[in-house]
């Protein structure tokens, strides 16, 4: 056998994943172009695809007709009248690196090297309609379907009030074709879901498929009420009488908005591929704040001649393309599940995964939160899932695709003993936590011992997880209280510690005393006592005394404490293990006293009083706790979620999903200056 026919054999493991893929994207390719009911996201599907891809390049003989990859689409829905498109709706060609974009600008400027524009628009996330115009006035409108065959749907399209019903032109041409995208803005859309919700009803799942859905209503009552709006994006004229035909896409967009259609307002004519990468990069960003979703931009070559000549694929134009960002959804498998124990002894499924390039990062593990969530995804090593990081939130697996279970797949069960110190664990009848309950856990420990020492703890340089693993392996810590014992002859036994490093560590140790009794607080690990928390108790309870001694209404009753947080707090101070910390901690002389708590008539005057907050992305000065600490001082609360309770959405760089969800809540949206402004204003 020759080597390069050994090296494109094809495996019974290839050939059963790649039947898998061509199942999966059977159905999923029927359910979104003949249903109307998509089974996965636009992500997932061009991942998948792209995999299916990547096997037929390197094994062609495995292509079949009935691959996702040799056809246009799927058939269309049977509730309405079938018609045939005069001029075919192409599906684009996507990109997702900058890469792929100049590789297909290489393939489109080899016929034209000397001349070459593109014209950048936002690749709105809706849904495609076909428009024809008869002597000026609207006579058909279409869904897309498969691309040449599609549904008439025109009493539905005449209710949306961004397309015009006749032509602003005196004399119009016997025949215009117009294309563009039916969307639902983010307030219409979080409108129709809360009506939905308070009917029964199940959710759309985002805007898109709402949009969808609303053109497949049999009744056109039900569409005008859903407000749908429209942006053109290219036209045809089959027969150009009466009318100039537009020569570049750049005179058709302009030519749209004079015969009464709305085209976005944010296309931007480039004459490079620098240009095109610059109106990427800014729309990575600002698409948070557009009132509708966008998930990339569409690159066409703007010269129509130009177009003719590059020409089509079997499905593809080459004269345009779509530049996608990075998804915050995506596939992957599961190579192996392990468990973490954490500071509390709660035991944490983790999840290790082949990697996977998400929201513009390389993502690798993924938590599994607890048993019931286990139960739940009903998980298994070797499963193909989809994980979801949307913004900051850390990664987590959304779902499993069980169609693509490997027959080798193996189940995963929680442990019954502490994988660190081998003591039985204990599942809390209240919680759907596991936890090991060893108090002289190894793993527990150094969780606690890496939260004390942490940033927004007592920060302690030059503490880190190698070095705190080795403090506890040699029996040189066994609480948090012993760092406080610790000399430098001690530190010097260590590994790769000197004299000189091992001096800054005790000097390091000792400045830490310093730190304010809301890190120290903080630093102590008490469930549910995050640093905002910490703030926030600091300044009502003076010390560590004051705190300890207080029942749980006195915790409960401050503003942003509820009763959870203060039964935690109380059980804390009752456990005579914490009570010989607090002690050991004083005698080491670490702060655990501060300000005196505000009176009654101070609280009186908050200026933020009754107002939520909640912080997104990153602030240019201000880290998120200390802007939240800034909010809780005049009053406010903040929480993590946006919902119809939030007063303002403060935000910064790379905001992630909770802008658009604010915005489609029409929750006003702060910058860092204007929360400053506000704090000032109110004071």
């Known amino acids: 056998m020759r080597k390069e026919d050994a090296v494109n054999q094809v495996t019974p493991q290839i050939h059963h994943r790649y039947q898998e893929l061509k199942q999966l994207l059977q159905r999923a390719s029927y359910a979104y172009y003949g249903l109307d009911n998509p089974i ?3 992500a997932v599907y061009d991942q998948l695809y792209r995999e299916l891809q990547a096997l037929e390049v390197q094994y062609p003989q495995l292509v079949t007709a009935d691959s996702p990859t040799q056809r246009v689409g799927e058939r269309p829905a049977s509730q309405f009248t079938s018609v045939h498109h005069r001029i075919p709706l192409y599906s684009l060609d996507n990109a997702f690196t900058l890469a792929e974009m100049m590789a297909w600008q290489e393939r489109a400027i080899r016929q034209f090297p000397n001349a070459q524009e593109y014209v950048c628009e936002l690749k709105i996330d809706g849904s495609a309609l076909a428009l024809t115009y008869e002597q000026g006035l609207l006579t058909r409108g279409a869904t897309r379907g498969d691309g040449m065959v599609g549904e008439d749907i025109t009493p539905n399209v005449r209710t949306i009030r961004s397309i015009p019903l006749r032509l602003n032109l005196a004399n119009p041409p016997e025949l215009v074709e ?119 931009m569409v690159v066409k070559v703007n010269s129509f001649a130009q177009q003719t000549q590059l020409g089509f694929t079997q499905k593809f134009p080459r004269w345009a393309i779509a530049w996608k960002y990075p998804a915050e959804e995506s596939v992957t498998q599961v190579e192996n599940i392990s468990v973490n124990v954490g500071r509390t002894g709660a035991i944490t499924p983790v999840a290790h995964l082949a990697p996977v390039h998400l929201a513009g990062t390389t993502v690798s593990r993924a938590t599994l939160h607890n048993r019931d969530r286990l139960a739940q995804l009903n998980i298994h090593i070797g499963d193909t899932v989809v994980v979801r990081k949307a913004g900051e939130i850390i990664p987590e697996i959304l779902r499993v695709l069980p169609e693509l279970r490997p027959d080798d797949a193996l189940s995963f069960q929680m442990p019954t003993h502490c994988p660190s110190c081998g003591q039985p664990v204990v599942q809390m009848p209240t919680e759907a936590v596991t936890r090991c309950v060893n108090a002289s856990c190894p793993a527990i420990l150094k969780g606690a011992l890496l939260h004390w020492v942490s940033r927004d703890a007592l920060d ?51 400045t830490s005393c310093h730190q ?16 905002v928390n910490a703030q926030i108790l600091s300044k009502q309870f003076s010390s560590v005394d004051c705190l300890a001694e207080a ?23 009752r456990i005579p293990a914490n009570q010989t910390l607090i002690a050991r901690l004083k005698a080491a002389q670490v702060q655990l006293t501060g300000p005196q708590s505000q009176t009654k008539e101070t609280k009186g005057e908050q200026p933020l009083a009754g107002k939520t907050f909640v912080i997104t992305g990153t602030l240019p000065n201000l880290k998120r706790d200390e802007a939240g600490a800034l909010i809780q001082a005049a009053g406010g609360k903040v929480t993590s979620a946006v919902s119809q309770n939030t007063n303002y959405l403060i935000t910064g760089d790379s905001p992630g999903s909770k802008l658009g969800k604010a915005q489609a809540l029409g929750i006003p949206c702060l910058t860092e200056a204007q929360l400053l402004e506000l704090l000032n204003r109110e004071s």
């Not at 749908?228 to 750049?250: I, K, M, R, S």
């Not at 809301?518 to 469930?527: C, D």
Request: hydrophobic share 40%; glycine share 6%.
């Open 551 to 573: 029942e749980i209404p006195a915790i409960s009753a401050v503003h942003g404490i509820g009763a959870e947080i203060a039964q935690s707090i109380y059980e804390w101070f």
């Open 40 to 42: 996965m996201e636009d």
């Open 178 to 296: 117009v294309r563009g995208e039916a969307f639902l803005p983010l307030e219409v859309f979080a409108r129709i879901n809360q009506e939905r919700d308070r009917s029964g009803e199940p959710l759309f799942a985002n805007p898109r498929n709402a949009a969808a859905g609303t053109l497949r209503q049999l009744d056109a009552r039900v569409v005008a009420r859903r407000q749908l709006d429209f942006f053109g994006y290219t036209l045809h004229f089959p027969e150009a009488q009466n009318v100039e035909p537009p020569v570049t896409q750049w005179e058709s967009l302009s030519l749209m908005q004079a015969l009464g259609f709305r085209v976005n307002p944010h296309k931007r004519l480039c004459r490079s591929l620098i240009a095109v990468q610059e109106y990427y990069d800014y729309w990575s960003t600002e698409r948070f704040n557009l009132p509708y979703m966008t998930d990339g």
């Open 516 to 531: 304010p009794w809301s890190r120290v607080l903080y630093g102590l690990g008490i469930r549910h006592v995050g640093s």
């Open 460 to 510: 302690i340089e030059g503490l880190g997880e190698k070095l705190v693993q080795q403090l506890i392996e040699h029996n040189l810590v066994h609480a948090i209280s012993d760092l406080y014992d610790l000399s430098a002859t001690q530190l010097q036994t260590l590994e790769r510690l000197g004299e000189k490093s091992s001096q800054k560590i005790v000097a390091a140790i000792a």
